[in-house]
């Protein structure tokens, strides 16, 4: 159905097609190797990664996959996009620039071990300075993110703390297990409506 000579005002279409078939890198090839796009190329790969993002079940699920993604093994759709820039299949040839652009805005996307793997080494390494610096900036933010979580809930768990032995400090709120009782002779058990006379006494929490 989708082989064999294609007009071109049908690329397009194409890929359209083969985007709602789950079949990414096809889809890319077109925008690459028949269109020779590579703003369209990319803005495909941003709607795939908006589309994958938006999927999350939960905030925390996102927030878990944003700062695990410089560890994530799996392959990204803008990874797919380098190896056709960096590794395209014959006759075509390799093509730089486009190639350091998506480097450069989404390096830090793309696992790191198999994105260096592509990168061959006639590159030079002045090339790549925006790519580094990108990965070290979103690593620092993933490691300042972790940061201010754990001072977040360490912080919470304080106020819980002091909460539960000092009160809240609110007139008929929760008066903490710091709190005075007073039991007089005539006082009986809201339980079980027993003086308590000398009996062990525990208060139960409102």
């Known amino acids: 159905m989708l082989t064999g000579r294609v007009d071109p005002s049908f690329y397009e279409p194409r890929a359209i097609v083969l985007n709602r078939m789950g079949q990414h890198k096809q889809a890319l090839e077109i925008y690459v190797f028949k269109l020779q796009d590579p703003e369209k190329a990319e803005d495909y790969c941003n709607q795939v990664q908006l589309a994958q993002t938006s999927s999350a079940i939960t905030p925390k699920q996102a927030q878990r996959s944003i700062a695990t993604d410089l560890e994530d093994k799996t392959t990204s759709i803008y990874h797919n996009l380098l190896s056709l820039y960096l590794s395209p299949p014959p006759p075509h040839k390799p093509q730089w620039g486009p190639a350091l652009q998506i480097l450069a805005k989404h ?71 710091n709190r005075h009782v007073l039991i007089s002779e005539d006082r009986v058990c809201g339980v079980c409506y027993k003086r308590f006379g000398g009996s062990a006494i525990k208060v139960l929490p409102k």
């Open 107 to 177: 390096g830090a996307r793309m696992p790191a071990a198999s994105t260096l793997d592509l990168i061959p080494e006639i590159l030079p390494i002045n090339d790549l300075e925006s790519y580094f610096r990108g990965r070290i900036r979103s690593a620092n933010t993933a490691i300042n993110e972790s940061r201010v979580t754990s001072a977040l809930r360490s912080s919470l768990v304080f106020s819980e703390e002091a909460k539960l032995r000092l009160g809240d400090g609110v007139p008929g709120g929760n008066g903490g297990r």
